[in-house]
């Protein structure tokens, strides 16, 4: 029996349900892990309300890391006792033992604790992606990213100081403006205090930006369109203050021959070699201390609901994880 969270309904934190579940054998193509840590992601608060739809009931959470216990067959990249971490779909991480499809487990590096590697893998395969399988991004160009001193806004602060990138970030307060300056951002913007499309023009003279990043949505949409220079790219990876609605694509012509993409993490990592060939660019980012893992918050399984209420209420910064075993 493994412990499980589970939801059966939509709505709020207290629909997280901790339930005994039986654990079957892999089949072929299949792998069983046993759990050390699991990460927590905002996409697990879309699933929860029902933005995005799952079929109930589910368990919940798509990253983390753990140890190989069993292997299915067609499975030769990974073997039984091998040190491993994944971001994968459906979800169903919050667990401490599961079976599920083989390809996009990857095998930690031993120099990368469980820790770090139930925080990153969603997190910075994400980084990955953005800024190299979105839009060519170049040394010297200039990025907008929202939420900058969260689990993705830190990894990218550094992963784009890494590679010569000016990153600008925003952030809800001084104190997350001052820790993504520390992880990397050229400047961040406190949204809160300042109008980040006035401040985003003083800051680069009035040029504006290569690329927007935007996790957030709703809230930053037009904004975030104002920020880019013509042909500019604006990423759109989030809604965490709820999704875009009635968006007149006419507008990207009138701001400027705009273009824009809603891309996510699972069509680039839904191919195997693909999916490990990012890994291995994350593992090497990580091993080589240009990117670090900041983890601010720590929970047991048992205190998921509040976990979530944390991450829901922007109160907290850098990566979440949850101790499993």
């Not at 059966?8 to 892999?26: C, F, Q, W």
């Not at 799952?54 to 990974?78: I, R, Y």
């Not at 050229?186 to 006035?198: G, L, R």
């Not at 070699?273 to 994350?282: D, E, R, V």
Request: with cysteine; glycine share 10%.
């Amino acid at each position: 029996m493994s412990k499980a969270v589970i939801i059966h309904n939509y709505g709020g934190a207290d629909e997280l349900t901790i339930v005994d579940m039986d654990v079957s054998k892999p089949s072929f193509g299949e792998v069983k892990v046993q759990h050390k840590y699991c990460g927590l992601n905002y996409i697990d608060i879309y699933q929860r309300t029902g933005l995005y739809n799952v079929e109930l009931p589910t368990v919940l959470g798509m990253e983390a890391s753990g140890t190989v216990v069993a292997v299915g067959g067609g499975v030769s990249h990974l073997k039984p006792g091998d040190r491993v971490a994944y971001a994968s779909q459906p979800p169903g991480a919050y667990c401490e033992e599961r079976v599920m499809p083989a390809a996009q487990v990857c095998v930690l590096p031993e120099k990368i604790s469980f820790q770090e590697g139930a925080a990153m893998m969603l997190k910075g395969l994400t980084v990955e992606y953005l800024i190299h399988r979105t839009t060519p991004i170049k040394k010297g160009d200039t990025v907008l990213f929202h939420a900058a001193a969260g689990g993705v806004g830190l990894i990218a602060c550094q992963w784009a100081r890494s590679e010569g990138i000016n990153l600008i970030g925003t952030a809800g307060n001084d104190q997350k403006c001052a820790l993504a300056v520390k992880y990397g951002a050229v400047h961040c913007i406190n949204y809160n205090t300042h109008d980040f499309v006035e401040e985003v023009t003083k800051i680069t003279n009035k040029q504006k930006v290569d690329v927007v990043m935007d996790s957030v949505g709703a809230a930053t949409f037009d904004g975030s369109m104002d920020c880019l220079k013509p042909l500019g790219m604006l990423i759109c990876f989030g809604n965490a203050s709820g999704p875009v609605e009635n968006f007149n694509v006419g507008v990207l012509g009138q701001k400027g021959s705009l273009k824009v993409t809603r891309p996510t993490l699972f069509t680039h990592i839904d191919d195997h070699k693909k999916c490990q060939s990012m890994a291995a660019h994350l593992f090497k980012k990580i091993e080589s201390g240009e990117v670090k893992i900041r983890i601010d918050q720590e929970y047991s399984l048992a205190k998921i609901s509040y976990a979530h209420k944390q991450l829901e209420q922007r109160k907290t910064t850098g990566s979440t994880i949850l101790k499993v075993t």
